[in-house]
């Protein structure tokens, strides 16, 4: 059967797009597209054009006929030749040029080797068509799609490794006070990184906490302005009133309580040796 000509586009038949904010690229899953198809490229896009591996166009925002390089031939030769069938198969590979927000998490050391768990966002985008054509040739498709969650798999390590070179040697108390040569740190990296696969990085957070629930609050009331023998005590005060015990004021402020006059402890009965 002949092939026809079509419309090629991001849009759904309702209308809603596959390229959303958890895709950087998308591979047009149908490759039987002739000379004279329509390519579509959203305001938000570039369209890379291929053809058996061969890199034809790249496109920005607008409609383009879709054209061989032998397009005078193509017209008399594929109709009496191929009955109409194009000998040519194209790929249309679409990149998303907005800003996408990629979340990477992991598990770090402080010099105590203390476990702390960090959290890092930033903001991605392509900027040029030699950008999105860098990033079709270097990052490969995980069947038709580029996603925000492969992006960051991919970046991971280099985070992972960027965090790292401050924490290991820094005590878990003042690790926050690092938090802005962290934060530079991990951008040069990802900057780096990304910018091979023609990815542009706009912005980075880092969020760093101690893992383990009872090191944060211990830290929370050190924060206060007390002593590590303090904020024990006054961690133990705070569950033991969760629990509805009456005598936590007295482990906060480190004195015995008393029932009855006396306070609880042992004490000798007269006339009982």
């Avoid at 209308?15 to 959303?20: A, E, F, L």
């Avoid at 397009?71 to 008399?76: N, Q, R, Y």
């Avoid at 770090?108 to 890092?120: D, F, G, H, L, T």
Wanted: aromatic content about 8%.
């Amino acid at each position: 059967m002949a092939l026809t000509r079509q419309v090629v586009s991001t849009l759904r038949d309702d209308g809603t797009d596959v390229m959303g904010p958890e895709t950087l690229a998308w591979h047009y899953p149908d490759q039987s597209l002739v000379s004279g198809s329509l390519l579509t490229v959203e305001a938000n896009h570039f369209a890379v054009l291929k053809s058996r591996g061969a890199v034809l166009n790249v496109y920005e925002t607008g409609q383009y006929p879709i054209q061989t390089p032998d397009k005078p031939l193509i017209g008399g030769f594929v109709t009496g030749f191929f009955g109409g069938n194009s000998p040519w198969q194209y790929e249309i590979l679409y990149v998303n040029r907005a800003k996408l927000l990629i979340r990477s998490t992991g598990i770090a050391s402080s010099s105590e080797m203390a476990e702390m768990s960090y959290q890092v966002e930033y903001y991605i985008h392509v900027d040029t068509k030699e950008n999105a054509l860098k990033l079709t040739t270097h990052m490969p498709f995980s069947g038709h799609t580029i996603s925000a969650d492969e992006v960051a798999r991919y970046a991971g390590p280099v985070v992972e490794q960027a965090i790292n070179q401050i924490i290991q040697v820094t005590p878990m108390e003042k690790i926050n006070e690092h938090i802005h040569e962290i934060v530079e740190l991990v951008k040069e990296h990802l900057a780096s990184f990304l910018g091979v696969y023609g990815i542009t990085l706009n912005d980075a957070k880092v969020l760093i906490l101690p893992k383990d629930d009872r090191m944060r609050e211990l830290i929370s009331l050190r924060a206060f302005g007390l002593s590590e023998l303090d904020a024990v005590r006054y961690y133990v005060a705070l569950k033991m009133a969760e629990k509805g015990l009456v005598s936590a004021p007295n482990v906060a402020v480190g004195q015995p309580f008393f029932i009855g006059g006396a306070s609880v402890g042992t004490y000798p009965i007269p006339g009982v040796d």
